[in-house]
């Protein structure tokens, strides 16, 4: 997915033994020219509790392009816990659990391909089935339509 100036890609999960790690390469472009020396690649431990970043932003990009090429990274998901009047209980369970599935997600859709193609055959179909009686054209729709989703 292309972030500013930086592209990045997640390339896939690798195993370290048991531990699972979602492995990013982040490239540095000028213009439309990658640029050689500016490539890293990083690896963010996806086991239980861990999640990777969600890279949304040039800064965030450039804080983690201080790190080593090759490191391993944990990220720690976030949970508030909270007592109330007896064993601790899960309270506003914060949006970071879904931070990592929702950026492998958009980062997916963000290349095309079948799973774009797939949510894409989707959201035209229901806009078909809900909109049969106009005459509109559900295809543009569907586009801008998961365009918006995926932000």
């Given at each position: 997915?292309?972030?500013?100036?930086?592209?990045?890609?997640?390339?896939?999960?690798?195993?370290?033994?048991?531990?699972?790690?979602?492995?990013?390469?982040?490239?540095?472009?000028?213009?439309?020219?990658?640029?050689?020396?500016?490539?890293?690649?990083?690896?963010?431990?996806?086991?239980?509790?861990?999640?990777?970043?969600?890279?949304?932003?040039?800064?965030?990009?450039?804080?983690?392009?201080?790190?080593?090429?090759?490191?391993?990274?944990?990220?720690?998901?976030?949970?508030?816990?909270?007592?109330?009047?007896?064993?601790?209980?899960?309270?506003?369970?914060?949006?970071?659990?879904?931070?990592?599935?929702?950026?492998?997600?958009?980062?997916?859709?963000?290349?095309?391909g079948d799973l774009y193609n797939?949510?894409?055959?989707?959201?035209?179909?229901?806009?078909?089935?809900?909109?049969?009686?106009?005459?509109?054209?559900?295809?543009?729709?569907?586009?801008?339509?998961?365009?918006?989703i995926i932000g």
């Amino acid at each position: 997915m292309k972030v500013g100036k930086y592209n990045v890609d997640f390339a896939g999960v690798k195993y370290d033994g048991t531990i699972p790690y979602s492995k990013v390469v982040i490239e540095e472009f000028d213009g439309d020219c990658p640029i050689a020396m500016y490539t890293k690649t990083l690896y963010f431990n996806i086991g239980t509790n861990f999640m990777v970043s969600p890279f949304s932003t040039e800064k965030e990009i450039e804080d983690y392009l201080g790190y080593p090429d090759n490191t391993k990274l944990q990220l720690s998901t976030k949970l508030t816990v909270r007592e109330v009047g007896g064993p601790a209980c899960l309270q506003n369970e914060t949006v970071d659990f879904m931070e990592m599935p929702i950026a492998l997600l958009r980062a997916e859709l963000l290349q095309g391909g079948d799973l774009y193609n797939g949510f894409l055959a989707s959201i035209e179909s229901s806009l078909k089935e809900q909109l049969s009686d106009l005459q509109v054209d559900t295809a543009v729709i569907a586009g801008e339509v998961l365009r918006r989703i995926i932000g």
